[in-house]
């Protein structure tokens, strides 16, 4: 008799246990379903203009953004140190988009409004702006 109560304990709790673990797991699936960044919100904003940056403008601008990329002792003038630029962002859409030359900048600076989408240009613009120091 105490052995069935016993078996009858322990069946309960096993069953109480794996129903925490069911509503358990079903949180982890609920909260992991949703994406990391919303499409439209401004961290993924920033974080879209991290990726054109770094596969765009890397090579001049460098890692930091700070104008000492790999290509930048090639050219003279050197690229911005874009960390601590005071343009406005509309400044920089033209820039980005028409190129150095265009505006009476660098002439090295090219043009990518031919290869990026205004959106890709807005995302770089973005994330220029989050990292300025300015």
Not at 24 to 42: F, H, I, N, S, W
Not at 52 to 61: D, K, P, Q
Not at 74 to 82: E, K, V
Request: proline share 4%; glycine share 8%; aromatic share 6%.
């Amino acid at each position: 008799m105490r052995r069935a109560a016993l078996a009858a304990g322990l069946a309960l709790l096993a069953l109480q246990a794996q129903a925490q673990l069911s509503d358990a797991y079903a949180q982890v699936v609920q909260a992991t379903a949703k994406p990391l960044l919303a499409r439209d919100g401004e961290d993924a904003t920033v974080f879209r203009g991290s990726l054109v940056f770094l596969n765009y403008c890397v090579t001049c601008h460098g890692p930091n953004a700070d104008g000492k990329g790999r290509a930048a002792k090639l050219y003279d003038p050197r690229p911005a140190n874009l960390r601590v630029s005071d343009k406005s962002a509309d400044y920089m859409k033209l820039i980005i988009r028409r190129g150095g030359g265009a505006i009476g900048r660098s002439q090295y600076m090219p043009p990518w409004g031919e290869e990026l989408t205004d959106e890709q240009i807005g995302d770089v613009t973005a994330y220029l702006r989050s990292i300025n120091a300015r």
